[in-house]
């Protein structure tokens, strides 16, 4: 009999949820991780809450409460005086909510009975896995299935290495003791926007790089020019088509980035430099190939539909097998395979992962956007409701942006849901269940939404889709 039914190697949101769910199916589970936390211990919850999902939205917060104060407290007629932020009391706020979740997750795992194997997994076998733990200590476990959940690393760039000090990845920006006079960030994606705007609303002067031409290339344009309008108004000097060409640090440790756009080449002097511009797949250490698992070109190990690799009992899921890199993707993969390895029939919809970015207002999306049903040849129909009409908006004072439903023009199928403005990442939740539920925008359109509260935009949204919005 081997040690364990499961060993689980990655400790994220896709393997510990993955290790939960095996455990809570009667299967004895161990999961290795060789996080380390910056306590010197070792620290559970993957990328996502130790440098990831949890750590940058406390940031967020913090940093919105700030530039909320600067901005709209005379709006409600509070006034203050000598406002400022002390960026150690931000940071050990951020630390103390790390803290108190990875170690939650540690409460978890002795809940469901599942065996913690701090240390590095490397495969050894399709049945055996060695940990490398404290003191370079050597353990060979024995298993019936081994699920992967190794996730991502920050993508370098040459041109831009980082050394920790002037030019950072996003763990590094996480992680900033004083605020930068002047940020660079290489990258307008989720980290790039998110980070970003951390900073900026605390008083730095950023300039985002961003080598491709659109914004937010996946979102839905009207939702992007949107946001980018909106982004810019708030101080964020984004550069599309900027592609880096090179950094040099001075000798007082600023960054000179040169890049190319389409005026030619420009060069920019900044304190502090993120390289933001995706994450790598994290298979370095697993020695997957020798066992018989399969990596292609980018690096990524390949699965079938049901996150199987080419090995029958091994299975992989997360970051580690691309697609979208979310947490909630890899967390519902890892629920999947374990139900599959317990003999039940579990599916994932993929269609139906929400996106979301945490910039103020939120953009969120779920489903087709209205430029890929039309190079598909769909015929759609559109509603749209923007936040300046919702009572609820007024009234918080936030009444930027829009919500846009599209529907099939023939069904009424709801295909897709686009979203920025106040909570879209709570918003967006109806509208993955609607679609989950393959509903019709007439289904949204029936049905009762409180007054007044920011989801009746979406109710408005819907009416909209047949020409029915009331207050538009
Ligand atoms: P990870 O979370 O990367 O976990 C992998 C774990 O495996 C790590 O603990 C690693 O140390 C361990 N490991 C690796 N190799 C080995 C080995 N050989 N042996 C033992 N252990 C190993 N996603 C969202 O959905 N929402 C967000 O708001 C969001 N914000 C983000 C903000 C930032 C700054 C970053 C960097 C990412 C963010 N993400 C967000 C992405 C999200 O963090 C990832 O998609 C998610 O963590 C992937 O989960 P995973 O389980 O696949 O891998
Ligand atoms: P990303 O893929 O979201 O964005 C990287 C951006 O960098 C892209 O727009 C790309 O065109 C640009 N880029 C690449 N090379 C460049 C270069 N040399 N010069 C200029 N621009 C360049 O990646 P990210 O922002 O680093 O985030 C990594 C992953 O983490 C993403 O997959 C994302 O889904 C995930 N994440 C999610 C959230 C969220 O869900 N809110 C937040 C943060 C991170």
Redesign the pocket.
Known sequence: MADYNVIVIGAGPGGYVAAIRCAQLGLKTACVDNWVGTDGKSALGGTCLNV??IP?KALLDSSHHYYHLQKHAADHGIQHQGLSIDVAIMQARKEKIVKTLTQGIGSLFKKNKITHLPGLGRLVGTTEVEVIGDGNKVDIFTTDYIIIATGAVPTT?TAAPVDNQSIVD?TGALAFNQVPKTLGV???????L?LGSVWNRLGSKVTI????PDFL?LADRKIADAAFKELKKQGLDIHLG???TSTTLSSEGTVTVTYQDKTGEQSLVVDKLIV????KPNTDSLNATAVGVKINQRGFIEVNEHRQTAVANIYAIGDVIGG???AHKASEEGVMVAERIAGQHSEMSYQTVP????TYPEVAWVGQTEEQLKAAGIEYKIGQFPFAASGRARAHGDTNGMIRVIAEAKTDRILGVHIFGISASELIAEAVLAMEFEGSAEDLARTIHAHPTLAEAMHEAALGVDGRTIHA
Request: hydrophobic share 55%; aromatic share 6%; proline share 3%.
């Open positions: 990831g999902c940058s760039l996003s290489i990258g307008a994606g989720a980290i790039g998110e790089l961003e080598a491709l290339a900027a592609t880096l933001a511009v995706g994450r979208p890199m979310l996106w979301v970015i945490y």
